[in-house]
Antibody, heavy 119, light 110 residues
Framework: QVQLQESGPGLVKPSQTLSLTCTVSGDSISRGGYYWTWIRQHPGKGLEWIGYIFYSGRTYYNPSLGSRVTISGDTSKNQFSLKLTSVTAADTAVYYC???????????WGQGTLVTVSS | SYVLTQPPSVSVAPGQTASITCGKDNIGSQSVHWYQQKPGQAPVLVVYDDSDRPSGIPERFSGSNSGNTATLTVSRVEAGDEADYFCQVWDSSSEHRSWVFGGGTKLTVL
């Protein structure tokens, strides 16, 4: 049973860096074929993918977020992390981590964590 | 990137059939996936690859995809089906490959 769990601060000040970690159990982030992905959902809105780290360590980010995003993995802890710099109120959202497979859909999601950007 | 167009809301009486559409030019050439999201919960995959169901998803949930429209059909709707539904595709056509989600449809059970 694959499980993902987000953790990190629920409140971040404007211009600072949002940092979240996703802890994976029941699977290994270094096992072949999966995209370990961050997705966010603005309050009352749709879903927006942020980026992913592939099992090989390759990363890819949503161009709309530019260079503000960094995703990294820690295979020793079976975790992957998100850093989003220079946040504004527009980055207030529920952040999910999820596992995507070769079919490019997401069958496994974390429960999500609300991050509010406010002074 | 492009937009997947969904109706904001669909209403249906219990026991009836709900159809939720997802539109895009030539979406029939892509695989479409559908998620159900209840308030305060993470999305749940209910249909993948146009019409396949993950284990544990009732047969009442089905999907189709042709031409410019993909459709999620919920048969014999129950009160517990009330939720937001999102469609999703993988866009490999452009320089910037990406996941694309529809804006979501709120299914209301009358």
């Amino acid at each position: 049973q694959v499980q993902l769990q987000e953790s990190g601060p629920g409140l971040v000040k404007p211009s600072q860096t949002l940092s979240l970690t996703c802890t994976v159990s029941g699977d290994s982030i270094s096992r072949g074929g999966y995209y370990w992905t961050w997705i966010r959902q603005h309050p009352g809105k749709g879903l927006e993918w942020i980026g992913y780290i592939f099992y090989s360590g390759r990363t890819y980010y949503n161009p709309s977020l530019g260079s503000r995003v960094t995703i990294s993995g820690d295979t020793s802890k079976n975790q992957f992390s998100l850093k989003l710099t220079s946040v504004t109120a527009a980055d207030t959202a529920v952040y999910y981590c999820a596992r995507g497979g070769s079919g490019r859909y997401f069958q496994h999601w974390g429960q999500g964590t609300l991050v509010t950007v406010s002074s | 990137s492009y937009v997947l167009t969904q109706p904001p809301s669909v209403s249906v009486a219990p026991g009836q059939t709900a159809s939720i559409t997802c539109g895009k030019d030539n979406i029939g050439s892509q695989s479409v996936h559908w998620y159900q999201q209840k308030p305060g919960q993470a999305p749940v995959l209910v249909v993948y690859d146009d019409s396949d169901r993950p284990s544990g998803i009732p047969e009442r949930f089905s999907g189709s995809n042709s031409g410019n429209t993909a459709t999620l059909t919920v048969s014999r709707v129950e009160a517990g089906d009330e939720a937001d539904y999102f469609c999703q595709v993988w866009d490999s056509s452009s320089e910037h490959r990406s996941w694309v989600f529809g804006g979501g449809t709120k299914l209301t059970v009358l």
